[in-house]
């Protein structure tokens, strides 16, 4: 027979357990808000969380991302942010699984001069879509709106 173990919890939104309802290194949760708190060494409750997205943080080490590799011009941006591409022939710069607010880099080594398009959802600048397609290796950033991707272009560093 399983056992079940129940910590204290409450589903009231907001409410946090006082440091007399706990004892050192016990749990509880409220189940509303997602949030686990226990009591410390010294006696106070304290919230066990790791980054938050719902309130303004200060980080005191470097927080990045992986960089994914791409070679076909079609970034999945449920992958990651940031990509890496070399293409081996001309393509169309296409993103998919728009999400909105989502931004990042792409490095563009387009040292063979592959002939660069663009998808409809991809929007970049005519004269910007020129110079990726000459050899050179470029970034790329980009902003999604959740529809379309909108692409800023670098100069050529080689």
């Known amino acids: 027979m399983a ?7 409450s589903s009231t939104a907001s409410a946090v357990p006082s440091a007399g309802a706990l004892v050192q290194g016990e749990l509880a949760v409220n189940v509303t808000d997602k949030k686990l708190y226990t009591k410390d060494s010294g006696g106070t409750v304290i919230e066990l969380t790791g980054a938050r997205t719902d309130t303004a943080q ?4 470097a927080q990045r991302g992986t960089v994914t590799a791409d070679n076909d011009l079609s970034f999945d941006l449920s992958a990651t942010n940031n990509f890496s591409c070399t293409p081996t022939g001309a393509g169309t710069l296409t993103f ?20 660069i398009s663009a998808a409809a959802t991809t929007k970049i600048n005519a004269s910007d879509l020129s110079a990726i397609s000459a050899a050179g290796v470029y970034v790329l950033s980009y902003f999604d709106n959740g529809t379309n991707a909108y692409i800023m272009v670098s100069r050529s560093f080689a």
């Open 96 to 115: 998919t699984n728009h999400t909105a607010g989502q931004s990042g880099f792409i490095l563009l080594d387009n040292s063979g001069g592959y002939a």
């Open 58 to 61: 200060t980080f005191t080490a």
């Open 3 to 9: 056992n079940t173990i129940i910590t204290k919890n």
